[in-house]
């Protein structure tokens, strides 16, 4: 089982990138796909979620309005794209299979794939 965040790169304050996850080893299909995040010196955070089905997508305050979640499952892949992005989106971005429940959304199991880093300078 293997997931591969990739797309990071260095932008400046307002543009965009789009990040991308794909899975080796397993189908992603079958699981809910959350987005994390973490900057230097700060704990990981949630950033976006997205249902198996791609029907429900969940986003922290601190990307809602300027993010969206989708998969494609016939590339086994899910993206992030990331709009008018700040300083403060500058962190290692990961993904992972998360579960969703009537409380929220988290990470499903005790697994963390490769990362990309985004880095929002001027």
């Known amino acids: 089982v293997q997931l591969q965040a990739s797309g990071g790169g260095l932008v400046q304050p307002g543009e965009s990138l789009r990040l991308s996850c794909a899975a080796s080893?397993?189908?992603?299909?079958?699981?809910?796909i959350g987005w994390y995040r973490q900057a230097p010196e700060k704990e990981r955070e949630g950033v976006s979620c997205?249902?198996?089905?791609?029907?429900?997508?969940y986003y922290s305050d601190s990307v809602k309005g300027r993010s969206t979640i989708s998969r494609d499952n016939a590339k086994n892949t899910v993206y992030l794209q990331m709009n008018s992005l700040k300083p403060e989106d500058a962190a290692v971005y990961y993904c992972?299979?998360?579960?969703?429940?009537?409380?929220?959304?988290?990470?499903?199991?005790?697994?963390w794939g490769q990362g990309t880093l985004v880095t929002v300078s001027s």
């Open positions: 992972a299979p998360a579960f969703i429940n009537e409380a929220g959304w988290g990470r499903l199991f005790d697994y």
């Open positions: 997205i249902s198996a089905s791609g029907g429900s997508t």
């Open positions: 080893g397993f189908t992603l299909d079958h699981y809910a």
